[in-house]
């Protein structure tokens, strides 16, 4: 083969090799971080209209625990709590919309799930909340117990996981049920404060919602069980660990603001702290976000503009809501509850 031909042949090669580098180039996916800083928001998929996690008022604000997690996002990756968008979604798109880069995190109170979490293309990155089927019950009853109602009736979505709940619950202690079923809620809700049924049974926070709402929700009580577990968290698309660990260790870092006692009022104050824990947390003695690829005040910042867990709960569930709901399950581990970080360090 003589020099000329060689030359071309190795001409050729490296032209195909440069193609083909600069086709796969051009074919990578952008990161989600990538895409969320070039557009300057964080896009959150959200229900309209789930009480204490995501309404939105007649002038388009909005409130509640999922909200205030999307907004301690956009403090994390943007500095800026307010860098942030929410697409409202209905319960049969919410999932697709993932899949289809419509939104970079699903929240809308939606359930953690095996399926969910092995079917949809998704991926859950944590509990944000512990809620569960629950049952609510006029006080002149006179009962404190979900065990002392054989023999009641209770008002259920018909078909739904709820009905299933109750058949596998009262059935396994042999307690005797009247099921009263609709495939409306408004109606069973009418159905209960009409008197029609001993109970009305759902998700504990919807309760609590009904029960603000209901003109004699003063003479209502909330039973203490549950009889479910219904984990709300948020969930990414499959295929991008760097945004998975940023939401992951997002929520944990609002939980560890609350074990540490750091709170968006003492935050600033908190600097001056001795404990190396608090120090390394604020990125004073450390870079914890450089492995997230974040800025080193990463988690300061989302305690300075959104505050700790134990904030959010309270001014969206707890009791400077309109639900007045009982920390409960979503405590501090230290307190009884099942809320815990891992350790930033």
């Known amino acids: 083969m003589s020099i000329v031909v060689r030359i ?64 301690a996002l956009a403090a994390a990756v943007l500095g800026n709590r307010d860098a942030v968008k929410f697409l409202s979604l209905n319960a049969g798109d919410r999932f697709k919309s993932l899949q289809d880069d419509d939104v970079d995190v699903l929240l809308g109170a939606t359930s953690w799930t095996l399926t969910r979490d092995t079917e949809l293309g998704a991926r859950f990155t944590g509990t944000l909340y512990y809620d569960g089927q629950g049952f609510i019950i006029p006080r002149n009853h006179s009962i404190a117990s979900v065990l002392e109602l054989s023999g009641a009736s209770i008002c259920v979505l018909s078909g739904s996981s709820d009905e299933m709940a109750i058949s596998d619950y009262f059935g396994s202690r042999k307690m005797r049920y009247q099921l009263i079923t609709s495939d409306r809620w408004e109606d069973l809700v009418k159905t209960y404060s009409d008197g029609g049924c001993t109970v009305l049974t759902g998700d504990m926070t919807l309760l609590a919602y009904e029960k603000s709402r209901l003109a004699s929700g003063a003479d209502q009580m909330l039973l203490p069980e549950l009889i479910s577990k219904e984990p709300y968290g948020p969930a990414v698309r499959l295929g991008d660990d760097a945004w998975f660990a940023i939401v992951r260790w997002t929520a944990m870092a609002l939980v560890a603001g609350e074990e540490l006692n750091i709170s968006s009022g003492n935050v600033d104050a908190m600097k001056a702290s001795p404990s190396h824990e608090v120090r390394r947390f604020l990125g004073l003695d450390a870079d914890l976000g450089a492995p997230l690829g974040l800025s080193r005040d990463w988690a300061y910042q989302v305690i300075r503009q959104v505050g700790n867990y134990g904030e959010i709960f309270e001014r969206t569930l707890g009791q400077s809501s309109s639900l007045k709901l009982d920390r409960g399950l979503n405590d501090l581990w230290t307190k009884g509850g099942l809320m815990y970080s891992v350790p930033f360090r």
């Open 8 to 71: 071309l042949a190795a001409s050729i090669s490296l032209f195909i090799v440069a193609v083909s580098l600069s086709s796969e180039a051009i074919s990578a996916p952008i990161s989600v971080v990538d895409a969320i800083r070039a557009r300057g928001k964080v896009v959150c998929g959200l229900q309209d209209h789930a009480a204490g996690f995501s309404e939105v008022s007649p002038r388009g604000a909005w409130s509640g625990l999922d909200v205030e997690f999307c907004s």
